[in-house]
């Protein structure tokens, strides 16, 4: 089965601004500015991994850096990422720029130069942190107004604060545009087609003609991963799950933002039927049967390399009734392969045989020699149900009305992980044919699929025969 090759692994830093161990290593965070509030404890620790809650305000105050205080970057991650979920990042902004102003007197007419001198870098270095992290909380002119604002008041105090928020001002805006050429223009071939739209030549020879080695599909399935994976937001994760807050008089905030996350998706739909296509398409079963290998070896490859969203979609193709009902093309296939790999992502156990296979990807991308063992692509859909549970498991608001802090930090913990696995720079070069043949070649429907599964082996019983009959008049209008 293709070349042995032992397995590869995953992981890579966090921007300069986060580390993975910043965002996810609980750690005691220091005394707020203010007196706590709503019956909270003076100095309790919203990082000591213990049970821990508090009131909205009370959390945007340990968010505010003062001239002697800055909070810890784990605790910046966690509260920015759910914040959305009680409070719109714009008018979050407004009330951390105002609380700014108000404390270190940034409205009077004459600055204490020493003290900003004090307060200027903390107050850089968070909005650092929140803009590198969370381009998308800039996306309108009014929160790059509040940034303006806060800064023009520090500005004349020392120049080099100017100089720093024209350089994050341009670092903003280039990861706003490159985020804007996302994915989903790519999705537009995705659209199934009918069986009766099928080219003249069978597709079937087309990707191996294109790429006939597992091996190399397995690395450019890679790069597509990374690059769609890239464009994915961390604020994503909340927004795909926000419901309206209790106590919070407005709409949902963003429950439309995730269109890299739901283009991804697709693209492991589209692979889905992809596989299924390529290995319905042959006329003859022994084509078939070495289309079927062929993922077999690509699969075992993206396992090797820590692909194991691209490994689960190929497999799930292979697994749809459609394909899976050639007994014939499969009686011609080495099966003990598709067995072992069938096993690694066994859903029995809540996927334990896969989360133990992740973990060692994990932990080998954290010791990682080479770009290549730093590689986890996590399957997907199981990370979004995870993230689904521990969202509807625990509730936002304790009855006290305080915002339960501990569930947020389990949630930071687990997008955190993901968000320095997709950071990872794909190690093999891109070969354009192969990505374009995976963004564009022709798809079939579930009914495309079956009419051509039974096309190539016929109907066994009465259903079978009835859904084939019933096809050939709908596709190909016959009687």
Same mark, same amino acid.
């Given at each position: 089965? *293709?070349? !042995?090759?032992?397995?590869?692994?995953? *992981? !890579?830093?966090?921007?300069?601004?986060?580390? =993975? /161990?910043?965002?996810?290593?609980?750690?005691?965070?220091?005394?707020? &500015?203010?007196?706590?509030?709503?019956?909270?404890? =003076?100095?309790?620790?919203?990082?000591? *991994?213990?049970?821990?809650?508090?009131?909205?305000?009370?959390?945007?105050?340990?968010?505010?850096?003062?001239?002697?205080?800055? &909070?810890?970057?784990?605790?910046?991650?966690?509260?920015?990422?759910?914040?959305?979920?009680?409070?719109?990042?714009?008018?979050?902004?407004?009330?951390?720029?105002?609380?700014?102003?108000?404390?270190?007197?940034?409205?009077?007419?004459?600055?204490?130069?020493?003290?900003?001198?004090?307060?200027?870098?903390?107050?850089?270095?968070?909005?650092?942190?929140?803009?590198?992290?969370?381009?998308?909380?800039?996306?309108?002119?009014?929160?790059?107004?509040?940034?303006?604002?806060?800064?023009?008041?520090?500005?004349?105090?020392? #120049?080099?604060?100017?100089?720093?928020?024209?350089?994050?001002?341009? =670092?903003?805006?280039?990861?706003?545009?490159?985020?804007?050429? @996302?994915?989903?223009?790519?999705?537009?071939?995705?659209?199934?087609?009918?069986?009766?739209?099928?080219?003249?030549?069978?597709?079937?020879?087309?990707?191996?003609?294109?790429?006939?080695?597992?091996?190399?599909? !397995?690395?450019?399935?890679?790069?597509?991963?990374?690059?769609?994976?890239?464009?994915?937001?961390?604020?994503?994760?909340?927004?795909?799950?926000?419901?309206?807050?209790?106590?919070?008089?407005?709409?949902?905030?963003?429950?439309?933002?995730?269109?890299?996350?739901?283009?991804?998706?697709?693209?492991?739909?589209?692979?889905?039927?992809?596989?299924?296509? #390529?290995?319905?398409?042959?006329?003859?079963?022994?084509?078939?049967?070495?289309?079927?290998?062929?993922?077999?070896?690509?699969?075992?490859?993206?396992?090797?390399?820590?692909?194991?969203?691209?490994?689960?979609?190929?497999?799930? @193709?292979?697994?749809?009734?459609?394909? /899976?009902?050639?007994?014939?093309?499969?009686?011609?296939?080495?099966?003990?392969?598709?067995?072992?790999?069938?096993?690694?992502?066994?859903?029995? @156990?809540?996927?334990?045989?896969?989360?133990?296979?992740?973990?060692?990807? !994990?932990?080998?991308?954290?010791?990682?020699?080479?770009?290549?063992?730093?590689?986890?692509?996590?399957?997907?859909?199981?990370?979004?149900?995870?993230?689904?549970?521990?969202?509807?498991?625990?509730?936002?608001?304790?009855?006290? *009305?305080?915002?339960?802090?501990?569930?947020?930090?389990?949630?930071?913990?687990?997008?955190?992980?993901?968000?320095?696995?997709?950071?990872?720079?794909?190690?093999?070069?891109?070969?354009?044919?192969?990505?374009?043949?995976?963004?564009?070649?022709?798809?079939?429907? #579930?009914? @495309?699929?079956?009419? =051509?599964?039974?096309?190539?082996? /016929?109907?066994?019983?009465?259903?079978?025969?009835?859904?084939?009959?019933?096809?050939?008049?709908?596709?190909?209008?016959?009687?």
């Amino acid at each position: 089965m *293709g070349r !042995a090759r032992g397995p590869s692994a995953p *992981g !890579a830093g966090m921007p300069r601004t986060l580390s =993975a /161990s910043d965002m996810v290593t609980p750690g005691s965070l220091g005394p707020p &500015p203010t007196e706590p509030t709503d019956g909270e404890q =003076a100095g309790q620790p919203l990082l000591d *991994g213990a049970p821990s809650s508090a009131s909205l305000d009370t959390l945007i105050q340990h968010l505010v850096p003062t001239t002697d205080y800055y &909070p810890e970057k784990a605790y910046i991650f966690t509260f920015l990422l759910s914040s959305r979920l009680f409070i719109e990042p714009r008018e979050l902004l407004a009330r951390v720029c105002h609380l700014c102003i108000e404390q270190q007197q940034l409205d009077q007419p004459v600055l204490d130069k020493a003290r900003v001198r004090k307060f200027g870098p903390k107050l850089l270095q968070l909005l650092a942190e929140w803009t590198e992290t969370f381009p998308r909380d800039f996306q309108e002119e009014s929160t790059i107004g509040h940034l303006k604002d806060v800064m023009g008041r520090i500005a004349p105090c020392d #120049e080099a604060y100017r100089k720093t928020m024209h350089q994050l001002l341009q =670092a903003l805006h280039q990861k706003l545009a490159a985020q804007g050429q @996302g994915p989903e223009g790519l999705l537009g071939a995705d659209k199934p087609i009918s069986y009766r739209t099928k080219p003249p030549a069978s597709i079937h020879r087309e990707l191996l003609g294109v790429c006939s080695d597992p091996y190399t599909l !397995a690395q450019q399935l890679t790069h597509v991963e990374l690059e769609r994976l890239r464009h994915i937001g961390p604020e994503e994760f909340v927004q795909a799950f926000v419901n309206k807050d209790p106590l919070a008089s407005t709409k949902p905030c963003f429950s439309d933002k995730t269109n890299n996350l739901e283009a991804y998706v697709k693209w492991f739909n589209r692979l889905c039927y992809l596989v299924a296509t #390529e290995i319905c398409m042959p006329a003859k079963k022994k084509q078939r049967a070495q289309v079927v290998e062929f993922f077999i070896d690509v699969a075992r490859e993206c396992f090797n390399i820590g692909n194991f969203n691209s490994l689960m979609a190929i497999i799930s @193709g292979m697994n749809m009734s459609p394909v /899976s009902r050639l007994k014939k093309t499969w009686a011609k296939v080495k099966t003990a392969k598709f067995f072992i790999l069938e096993h690694q992502m066994d859903p029995t @156990g809540n996927f334990c045989n896969y989360r133990t296979a992740l973990r060692g990807a !994990a932990h080998r991308s954290l010791t990682a020699h080479s770009s290549r063992e730093k590689i986890v692509i996590p399957f997907f859909s199981l990370l979004i149900k995870d993230i689904y549970f521990l969202n509807e498991g625990c509730a936002n608001r304790l009855p006290n *009305g305080h915002v339960n802090f501990e569930k947020f930090l389990e949630l930071a913990k687990q997008v955190g992980e993901f968000i320095t696995w997709k950071q990872v720079e794909c190690p093999f070069e891109q070969d354009p044919s192969i990505t374009h043949y995976l963004h564009t070649a022709p798809i079939f429907s #579930e009914d @495309g699929l079956y009419l =051509a599964s039974y096309e190539s082996e /016929s109907p066994e019983n009465q259903t079978e025969k009835e859904r084939w009959k019933s096809l050939r008049s709908s596709i190909l209008g016959k009687t």
